[in-house]
């Protein structure tokens, strides 16, 4: 099935950048935008909201860069906006032509559907707000520009005026909208308050309908899916479920029920095995600790303790699984046995060059190391090069090593302003003792912060052995507080990702010591880097 | 309503204990279980199933702690087990005694509804296992027990063979059982399948049903309100839906959905306004941080990025929300954000208690600085603390000032192993100089990490002057890299909550180097907590 038949059959509409960018405490750079864009791509949903180009200066600017640096295989971008505003032609309105010069090839637009919200929060009349949707749906197809509307409110207007919110509705149909989308803002919908609307609506306009939910409830999953069951059949969502308030419905749960539990394909074929990946990846992008009780993709959501079922869970897996965990691309774990880690390391290992299946007790010993390791904070999912070079230490008997640190010291202060130092900011100062190719070398590096004075300082002492060096270039920096609820006094895990313009390496530090944990991260980096060059 | 009515009419049944606890990571002592019973007891659920007793030594001691140290004003005591083993009579099974012993006055059976989970996991035939029912179930009702049966695997027992599902459920019936709850134990099921299936048994059996979900599809709440609606008068769910993988449904969603969206009372009159407070102490309980998304109950649950609605918010709130959130003792909070215009603004003035009404370039200030601010890297939304600085700030003219830093200093640093310093691990030593109260105040602090000892050295300096500062603890850290994708150089934002046993606060810091963003937020803490105090 090619993905145009999958766009007309079935929109899976994201809008992870724009709705569930709302997520209080989240907050989303444009380059981690364009980043989870090309994730939600390679998960194959249909459309990607970006966001409000022209209301908000990070918006314009991310649609400014998707036209440029986004090559999206399946997806196509929508640029979120709202209708005219009141007494303005649709042409001269400022915010309605930054979504015509968005670039974005859909446009979604957001209309009041509920008669109070129109005279209360848009403070203009019911008649002129039909006008307003009209108006702009006929602009912007004019303009040649596919047009979804977002009825916002629309299921409580719905119980205050069914009429008008029909109305909203067949206005936007009439003008040459594709789909109305059916959202319950507030979040207080049911699932069959949800299916006996859309059907109604269905029957009532005969147009294409979309639904748009929030989890208030604790039903968004289902709410969505029982609108599904009464004829929409364009189904709005964000990965991990982040939004205002309770979140929107996790798309990934949505569109696993649909092709797994109501056989809907909705997805290429294929992509849905990639979500368990994808909804981690963007996790790390937005940098809120994902859920391990999620559905389909946590970690702990196929984990068994296994104990009395151990024997049945051989002989028949299925009878104590909903599904095989692998066609969301998880994986069953018993949580007493290493059976799992055991055959994943190996295929790690595979993947990383070293063919590990002919020693067991290698595999047993490594598999016992990660797991050490994984329980006092690592993770090696993210760091395959710390996680190769744990592979080669075991493998060779020895970390390769190309220099060896005898001391460092960092120190941060600030003062009373002087010539040196303006007042009130802190400056860093690294100095590093190692020795590299039989010369011993003292360094002392600057930087605007512990870690970054650390990294001046190493560079320069390798560099003068590996003048390779120079090349590195540290390009992210994560920190990740572990353990909650213990101030500063908690484990902190820190991933660095360095690059030699050739490609690109993640390595991973761990302890209490935010700074030693980098230093580690660090060293392993330009470790990992010099046996790239060396090989 | 009496209790007794409500359990009449409707058993709200809770698992926290029992299957709550087999979440993975989570580890209760008897003690943390009498506790978190006084919570749910508190919540006025109906039943409390306490765990496996005879299966499991700390479920046979919270038993026996239960009858001594329990005084349950609205809840019974469950006690979890199994039916007799294959071949010995009900009577002589020890396990089967424990139950009797337990002091419950309910005793909960699970047994196999799955005819090929009786074949495979039990090893027995399947008429011996509706022996097994039947004689349990008589067995401990003769000794003046209550018995409620949980049918394990039900829902996928019934599409394999729903005549021998629905014979064991008549077993149970037949021998006396009052309840017979249908267990989605492996959670594929959808709310629609679920209604469907649980209509079917109520029409065949006539017995008293119930349904236990857990959210591998993302739908244990919607599957435990479509079983009500099909007719099930018992539910089984967790508080904050703890349970193994994904979870189960969540018993404070379940009921709040039950009372306030579908008008059924089934917890007595006014104990739902408890709901918050209790799912909140119970995670205390577990150390299991609760989620923010939490439906309900969670603190963002309620929370608006007021921005552009502010105005028709002030008019009418529940135009925003789906329903009154002091239903279930939470409450609206408006989110200060990048977004935020100047009704927000004066919004939050009135919910930190200044009016600013009355001044419109005051509010205007404010509003540029917290949009300036927001732009650096700040985020006021969750830092309550830092922001009420701010505001006294401009409405009084100038920060509360309780001392004044002259400089601080800090040094990590690590070496050869030594009688000081083991090898390879770091410390910090941080100085501080601090005017408080008219003294000059140099002090030393030691941490395992640089703003560790910052910590220990600023509280040491202050508490000279301020002794009520030993009472203030760090209670939370969290450090985000805000602008990825520039390694170490990135911008830092430290968020800090600090407690005074009394309550907790949260301020944040923000700058290139993390320990300068840590020691804005630590010093904002002081502030802020010593302002508490001088009030």
């Given at each position: 099935m090619s993905t145009l038949d999958l766009h007309g059959a079935f929109h899976v509409y994201d809008t992870t950048l724009r709705d569930g960018a709302q997520q209080e405490g989240l907050n989303l750079s444009v380059t981690d935008k364009?980043?989870?864009?090309?994730?939600?791509?390679?998960?194959?949903?249909?459309?990607?909201?970006?966001?409000?180009?022209?209301?908000?200066?990070?918006?314009?600017?991310?649609?400014?860069?998707?036209?440029?640096?986004?090559?999206?295989?399946?997806?196509?971008?929508a640029a979120f906006g709202a209708t005219r505003r009141a007494g303005v032609a649709a042409a001269d309105d400022p915010l309605v032509a930054a979504l015509r010069d968005s670039g974005a090839s859909v446009v979604t637009l957001v209309a009041k559907s509920h008669d109070r919200h129109?005279?209360?929060?848009?403070?203009?009349?019911?008649?002129?707000?039909?006008?307003?949707?009209?108006?702009?749906?006929?602009?912007?197809?004019?303009?040649?520009?596919?047009?979804?509307?977002?009825?916002?409110?629309?299921?409580?207007?719905?119980?205050?005026?069914?009429?008008?919110?029909?109305?909203?509705l067949r206005a936007a149909f009439e003008a040459g909208a594709e789909v109305a989308a059916l959202c319950d803002t507030n979040g207080g919908m049911l699932p069959s308050w949800v299916g006996d609307v859309v059907l109604d609506v269905v029957e009532s306009t005969g147009g294409r309908v979309g639904i748009h939910c929030h989890n208030d409830t604790g039903c968004a999953v289902a709410n969505t899916l029982s609108a599904v069951d009464a004829g929409a059949t364009h189904v709005q969502g964000t990965v991990n479920g982040y939004g205002e308030r309770t979140g929107n419905a996790d798309l990934i749960s949505v569109v696993a029920n649909l092709e797994l539990k109501l056989d809907r394909q909705v997805l290429p074929q294929g992509l849905l095995a990639e979500a368990t990946r994808i909804a981690h990846a963007v996790a790390e992008v937005t940098n809120v600790a994902p859920s391990s009780?999620?559905?389909?993709?946590?970690?702990?959501?196929?984990?068994?303790?296994?104990?009395?079922?151990?024997?049945?869970?051989?002989?028949?897996?299925?009878?104590?699984?909903?599904?095989?965990?692998?066609?969301?691309?998880?994986?069953?774990?018993?949580?007493?046995?290493?059976?799992?880690?055991?055959?994943?390391?190996?295929?790690?290992?595979?993947?990383?060059?070293?063919?590990?299946?002919?020693?067991?007790?290698?595999?047993t010993r490594i598999t016992e190391r990660v797991k050490v390791l994984e329980n006092r904070g690592y993770t090696f999912e993210?760091?395959?090069?710390?996680?190769?070079?744990?592979?080669?230490?075991?493998?060779?008997?020895?970390?390769?090593?190309?220099?060896?640190?005898?001391?460092?010291?960092?120190?941060?202060?600030?003062?009373?302003?002087?010539?040196?130092?303006?007042?009130?900011?802190?400056?860093?100062?690294?100095?590093?003792?190692?020795?590299?190719?039989?010369?011993?070398?003292?360094?002392?590096?600057?930087?605007?912060?512990?870690?970054?004075?650390?990294?001046?300082?190493?560079?320069?002492?390798?560099?003068?052995?590996?003048?390779?060096?120079?090349?590195?270039?540290?390009?992210?920096?994560?920190?990740?507080?572990?353990?909650?609820?213990?101030?500063?006094d908690a484990i902190t895990r820190v991933l660095i990702e360095t690059s030699d313009g050739?490609?690109?390496?993640?390595?991973?530090?761990?302890?209490?010591?935010?700074?030693?944990?980098?230093?580690?991260?660090?060293?392993?980096?330009?470790?990992?880097?010099?046996?790239?060059?060396?090989r």
């Amino acid at each position: 099935m090619s993905t145009l038949d999958l766009h007309g059959a079935f929109h899976v509409y994201d809008t992870t950048l724009r709705d569930g960018a709302q997520q209080e405490g989240l907050n989303l750079s444009v380059t981690d935008k364009l980043s989870i864009a090309r994730h939600l791509d390679g998960l194959g949903v249909g459309y990607i909201e970006g966001g409000w180009p022209g209301a908000n200066p990070k918006d314009t600017e991310f649609f400014r860069r998707a036209r440029e640096e986004l090559d999206l295989r399946h997806a196509e971008l929508a640029a979120f906006g709202a209708t005219r505003r009141a007494g303005v032609a649709a042409a001269d309105d400022p915010l309605v032509a930054a979504l015509r010069d968005s670039g974005a090839s859909v446009v979604t637009l957001v209309a009041k559907s509920h008669d109070r919200h129109v005279e209360l929060a848009l403070r203009t009349t019911l008649e002129e707000n039909l006008a307003m949707v009209r108006d702009t749906v006929t602009h912007l197809r004019a303009e040649g520009q596919t047009v979804f509307l977002d009825a916002e409110h629309f299921f409580d207007g719905y119980r205050a005026n069914r009429d008008y919110a029909l109305e909203v509705l067949r206005a936007a149909f009439e003008a040459g909208a594709e789909v109305a989308a059916l959202c319950d803002t507030n979040g207080g919908m049911l699932p069959s308050w949800v299916g006996d609307v859309v059907l109604d609506v269905v029957e009532s306009t005969g147009g294409r309908v979309g639904i748009h939910c929030h989890n208030d409830t604790g039903c968004a999953v289902a709410n969505t899916l029982s609108a599904v069951d009464a004829g929409a059949t364009h189904v709005q969502g964000t990965v991990n479920g982040y939004g205002e308030r309770t979140g929107n419905a996790d798309l990934i749960s949505v569109v696993a029920n649909l092709e797994l539990k109501l056989d809907r394909q909705v997805l290429p074929q294929g992509l849905l095995a990639e979500a368990t990946r994808i909804a981690h990846a963007v996790a790390e992008v937005t940098n809120v600790a994902p859920s391990s009780r999620q559905p389909y993709v946590g970690t702990s959501a196929f984990a068994h303790k296994a104990g009395l079922h151990a024997s049945a869970i051989k002989v028949d897996p299925n009878l104590y699984q909903h599904m095989d965990p692998l066609g969301v691309g998880n994986d069953m774990r018993l949580l007493v046995s290493d059976m799992a880690g055991r055959a994943s390391i190996e295929l790690k290992g595979r993947e990383l060059g070293f063919d590990l299946s002919g020693d067991r007790d290698l595999v047993t010993r490594i598999t016992e190391r990660v797991k050490v390791l994984e329980n006092r904070g690592y993770t090696f999912e993210a760091a395959d090069a710390s996680f190769e070079l744990l592979l080669v230490e075991e493998v060779e008997g020895h970390r390769p090593t190309y220099f060896e640190v005898e001391s460092w010291r960092v120190i941060t202060e600030t003062g009373p302003a002087s010539s040196l130092l303006p007042a009130g900011e802190a400056v860093s100062e690294a100095t590093v003792k190692l020795r590299a190719g039989e010369v011993r070398y003292v360094v002392t590096g600057e930087g605007n912060g512990p870690v970054n004075a650390l990294d001046q300082a190493l560079r320069q002492a390798i560099g003068q052995a590996y003048p390779e060096v120079a090349k590195f270039e540290l390009t992210d920096y994560k920190v990740r507080i572990l353990d909650q609820g213990h101030g500063t006094d908690a484990i902190t895990r820190v991933l660095i990702e360095t690059s030699d313009g050739a490609g690109s390496w993640v390595t991973v530090g761990v302890g209490h010591n935010v700074v030693e944990a980098s230093w580690q991260a660090l060293t392993d980096a330009i470790t990992f880097g010099l046996r790239r060059h060396h090989r």
